[in-house]
């Protein structure tokens, strides 16, 4: 199986999920990003790495087969130090948990979270094909 890195826009600094300890083990249940720009792609991330996408599009990978990601509700709002906040409309979207290992899952992310996001053809191509600004990071 060939795999692919993408470089997602980035139009959020801050991200995080947010856990609920009292469940054994801990569950991730939500995402809050904080959005320094508009939100031009169905796919994207943080500055801090968490990976979002549109309802649509999460809509899309969960009929899908694809491995290595779980879904989680997200909530967002434009940066404090945005430019002009008033203007960055914030799409419905939802936190993309990974949890993949590279060379076995769909979506993973290396030991360390160092080399970004690595993704399967089937993956890369459901991608490309909702984003075709995204074939120029491939």
Known sequence: MK?????????????????ND????PETTSTYLEFA??????????QSGVYA??????AALAASAMTGFRLVPGTGVPTPH?????????PEFYG???NGKPGRD???????????????EQAADL???????LTETR
């Not at 720009?37 to 943080?46: A, G, I, K, N, Y």
């Not at 991608?127 to 600004?133: F, I, N, S, T």
Request: proline letters at 11%; aromatic letters at 8%; a negative charge.
């Open 3 to 19: 795999y692919f890195k993408l470089h997602p826009e980035v139009p959020a600094d801050l991200g995080q999920f947010t856990l």
């Open 22 to 25: 009292a469940s054994d083990p």
């Open 37 to 46: 720009s508009p939100v031009r792609s169905e796919f994207f991330t943080s």
């Open 53 to 58: 996408a549109t309802t649509p599009l999460a």
């Open 82 to 90: 945005a430019q002009d906040p008033d203007t960055i409309q914030i």
């Open 96 to 98: 993309i948990l990974i």
């Open 106 to 120: 769909d979506f993973a992310i290396p030991h360390g979270r160092k080399g970004g996001l690595i993704l399967s």
């Open 127 to 133: 991608l490309c094909a909702r984003d075709p600004r």
